[in-house]
């Protein structure tokens, strides 16, 4: 307490500390100055991964992160990969929790190996739009051959 008995900045008439200004939404305190993260476009992009548990939709705006993160690298090329190793490693799959992770550590694996020349070129993509003459994607007239129907 001061000399004219009201107490001072900081203490309560008890002497102990004044309270603190409430947490913002975070529940942190002091996470008032802490920007909100923006709107993501979390419209899928088209590639999925498959997870131990359940499937992986990757929103669009990971892609483009990931195009503005890594310039050098084809994009749509190394989402193909991460697709097949996916599909490939049932036991190695990973969680949907972890895989802005392992996204993010593919991405960084492939830039390293490129720049020390290790990465082999990506062969020429499968269009993933319909092909000439209907009969819709590759995939589509891949998956009638296997079920043996010919739609050609």
Do not use: H
């Amino acid at each position: 307490m001061s000399s004219t008995g009201s107490p001072s900045d900081g203490e309560s008439p008890e002497g102990a500390p004044a309270p603190r200004a409430p947490a913002a939404e975070g529940g942190r305190p002091g996470s008032a100055t802490r920007k909100k993260a923006s709107k993501r476009d979390e419209t899928p992009s088209g590639f999925v991964l498959a997870a131990t548990d359940g499937l992986y939709q990757v929103p669009v705006w990971k892609v483009e992160q990931m195009r503005k993160r890594y310039p050098l690298l084809d994009t749509d090329y190394e989402f193909q990969e991460l697709s097949n190793w996916c599909e490939d490693n049932v036991r190695k799959r990973k969680t949907l929790a972890g895989m802005g992770q392992f996204i993010g550590n593919w991405f960084r694996g492939s830039e390293a190996d490129r720049k020390q020349g290790r990465r082999r070129r990506p062969r020429a993509r499968q269009p993933s739009m319909p092909l000439r003459g209907g009969g819709g994607t590759l995939a589509d007239r891949m998956a009638a051959q296997l079920l043996g129907e010919d739609r050609q």
